[in-house]
């Protein structure tokens, strides 16, 4: 079956340390991978958008890998703040490019 | 003002009732969609649309309808609600099928 898995567990750093946030995939091929942002109570917001001949991606403080062999995306937060503290969703394209299917997300709770 | 809104915020109704979900945006775009979001399930596609004359079933379609009354107004219907569609429901736009989506405030429903 196709799964797309982020860690269920919240996870803590301290500021200033690098967040690294995980999303494995299985029996996708997607042609991109995006990343959102999702605050309690709102809407998720995007952040990055990655496509499958491109192995880096980068803006301000935020960096996310995409290595279709392992199937896996990796979302770096670097120099956090705790308001960087949100729940953070990773979304595949699936059904040929007509929509997206997203992960659990993760929390991330960055702490003074 | 926000370029994807949705009323209402809050509801509460009961089983068996019938509701309407409704979205509005400005951003011009031609495809939107209408998610759940349930705790531990993440979002689920319910229905998306392409433009005025093309609507698709996502993955929970049953028990829902959808009506896109112009290319800026997308709502959702409950036809008999039950109270495992206690959610928190958003509805997204996006320009086409590599954009970002932009997501609405979400509506909280409550089925008693």
């Known amino acids: 079956s196709q799964k797309i898995e982020q860690n269920s567990e919240a996870l803590n750093i301290q500021e200033g340390k690098t967040a690294t946030l995980t999303c494995n995939y299985t029996?996708?091929?997607?042609?991109?991978l995006q990343w959102y942002r999702q605050d309690p109570g709102r809407g998720p917001v995007f952040l990055l958008l990655?496509?499958?001949?491109?192995k880096e991606k980068r803006k301000e403080r935020l960096k996310v890998t995409f290595d279709t062999t392992l199937k896996q995306s990796l979302f770096h937060i670097t120099a956090s703040q705790p308001a960087d503290s949100a729940t953070y969703l990773c979304?595949?394209?699936?059904?040929?490019?007509?929509?997206?299917?997203f992960g659990t997300g993760t929390q991330l709770k960055v702490e003074l | 003002d926000a370029d994807v809104t949705q009323t209402p915020r809050n509801r509460i109704t009961k089983t068996g009732k019938r509701i309407m979900l409704e979205c509005s945006q400005t951003?011009?775009?031609?495809?939107m969609y209408w998610y759940r979001q349930d705790p531990g399930l993440g979002l689920r596609l319910i229905y998306y649309?392409?433009?005025?004359?093309?609507?698709n079933k996502g993955e929970i379609s049953d028990g829902y309808s959808v009506s896109r009354q112009a290319q800026a107004k997308f709502s959702l219907s409950l036809e008999s609600a039950i109270p495992n569609q206690t959610a928190l429901y958003f509805c997204?736009?996006?320009?086409?099928?590599?954009?970002?989506?932009?997501f609405g405030p979400g509506t909280r429903l409550t089925v008693l």
């Open positions: 649309s392409f433009d005025v004359k093309d609507i």
């Open positions: 979304a595949l394209e699936t059904g040929g490019g007509n929509k997206l299917t």
């Open positions: 997204a736009t996006s320009r086409d099928y590599t954009d970002t989506q932009y």
């Open positions: 029996n996708y091929s997607p042609a991109y």
């Open positions: 951003k011009g775009h031609d495809r």
């Open positions: 990655i496509r499958e001949n491109e």
